[in-house]
């Protein structure tokens, strides 16, 4: 019984170093975003409308510069706070270091772009670079857990197998951020999942990230999703989504890592978490690009054909496509759920998840067509 108290009170200690690390965030990004809708004002740094883009009206798009910064702060403040003095300090190791030094790299390439503007082949150079940091600190996919009959990959195979999807996240996060509300909200939901599951894990620093992050991104969804043009309504831009990306890719690839390479006790679905929680921008952003590429396009020409514009396409608005795609999210993280409890295995349950997302988007191409005609 005694036991059991003890229990109770870690996870209730624990909890409110969680909800500390999100408020500061919050309230941190949520008095800060007004300051940088000013200097966006004055600087004229605005998403200007296009034919590919769907709104209307040239909006501020400085936004993610906060998520960074507001998250450090959420999770420095939690840590301190544990720590209960300044003295006791918190050791950093190298490749702590060096995955900080790439964040704050795509961070800084991401403002550069919202402010400047790069070329995505330029983008792209420096996205590889810091996908790199990630197998140098031993931070890989190393064990695809039985997809395909495949456990154990060499090393040879494991190391571009991660850079390619740290690029694949980082780059569908960027891309999926099309509508009001739906990268930022669709993040949260991500991270609320790992900070569930680190927390589960006993992982406390991961766990303070994923609730540090999802603070700043939910001040920036109510003014991004709430706010009115010309009356503090913002973009997160290339600075927010990238970052985004980058946060969310560490979090999945450290997640399926097992006790073979540094990481956690193995735990046979923890592949299959990482995969059905960014499934769904990462499909995307292939289906798109295999289009072009079939098309004979550059794969990093902008179009309107991602999952946000086909629903828009069939005659929604913002704010329902941003439901159907939240709804779609959630049912994808549940079918896969269930399948894994009744016994499927994971080869059978990725060929569904794909299924299930071919069938959505034929199925919002045919209700166009259908419509139009």
Same mark, same amino acid.
């Given at each position: 019984?005694?036991?059991l108290n003890h229990e109770k009170q870690y996870m209730t200690i624990a909890y409110t170093y969680l909800i500390i690390a ?40 400085? /936004? ?28 950093v190791s190298v490749s702590a270091f060096v995955l900080s030094v790439g964040a704050l790299l795509i961070y800084l390439i ?61 780059? #569908? ?9 739906? #990268? ?30 999802? /603070? #700043? ?50 735990r046979e679905a923890s592949l299959l978490i990482s995969f059905t929680l960014v499934f769904l921008p990462c499909i995307d ?16 020409? #902008? ?61 919002? /191409? ?8």
């Amino acid at each position: 019984m005694r036991q059991l108290n003890h229990e109770k009170q870690y996870m209730t200690i624990a909890y409110t170093y969680l909800i500390i690390a999100f408020a500061v965030s919050f309230i941190f990004s949520l008095m800060g975003t007004p300051f940088i809708v000013k200097m966006c004002n004055m600087h004229g740094l605005y998403d200007q409308p296009n034919t590919r883009k769907v709104h209307k009206q040239a909006i501020p798009r400085l /936004g993610g510069t906060l998520f960074m910064p507001s998250m450090g702060l959420g999770v420095t403040t939690a840590l301190l706070i544990i720590l209960g003095d300044w003295d006791k300090g918190v050791e950093v190791s190298v490749s702590a270091f060096v995955l900080s030094v790439g964040a704050l790299l795509i961070y800084l390439i991401g403002i550069l772009d919202d402010i400047k503007g790069l070329k995505a082949t330029q983008k792209f150079v420096i996205q590889t670079v810091t996908a790199l940091f990630f197998p140098l600190c031993n931070l890989m996919i190393n064990n695809l857990h039985g997809l395909f009959g495949i456990y154990e990959i060499p090393l040879w195979f494991s190391y571009p197998l991660t850079v390619f999807v740290i690029l694949l996240i980082v780059n #569908a996060m960027n891309l999926i951020d099309g509508i009001d509300g739906l #990268a930022s909200s669709l993040a949260i939901l991500i991270l609320g999942s790992f900070a569930y599951l680190y927390y589960d894990l006993g992982s406390g620093l991961f766990s303070l990230i994923s609730t540090g992050l999802a /603070g #700043a991104l939910l001040a920036f969804f109510i003014y991004n999703y709430y706010g009115k043009v010309g009356n503090l309504k913002i973009f997160m831009g290339d600075s927010g989504s990238l970052f985004l990306g980058y946060v969310i890719a560490y979090l999945a690839i450290k997640y399926q890592m097992s006790n073979e390479s540094g990481g956690f006790p193995y735990r046979e679905a923890s592949l299959l978490i990482s995969f059905t929680l960014v499934f769904l921008p990462c499909i995307d952003v292939i289906r798109v690009a295999l289009q072009r590429k079939i098309r004979g396009r550059s794969m990093f020409e #902008a179009d309107k054909t991602h999952i946000h514009h086909r629903i828009m396409q069939m005659g929604l608005d913002m704010h329902q496509t941003l439901a159907v795609i939240l709804l779609l999210f959630l049912a994808i993280c549940l079918i896969n759920y269930g399948l894994y409890v009744y016994g499927l295995q994971v080869t059978w349950i990725t060929l569904i998840d794909i299924l299930v997302y071919s069938v959505f988007v034929y199925s919002t /191409g045919r209700l166009t067509f259908l419509q139009q005609h």
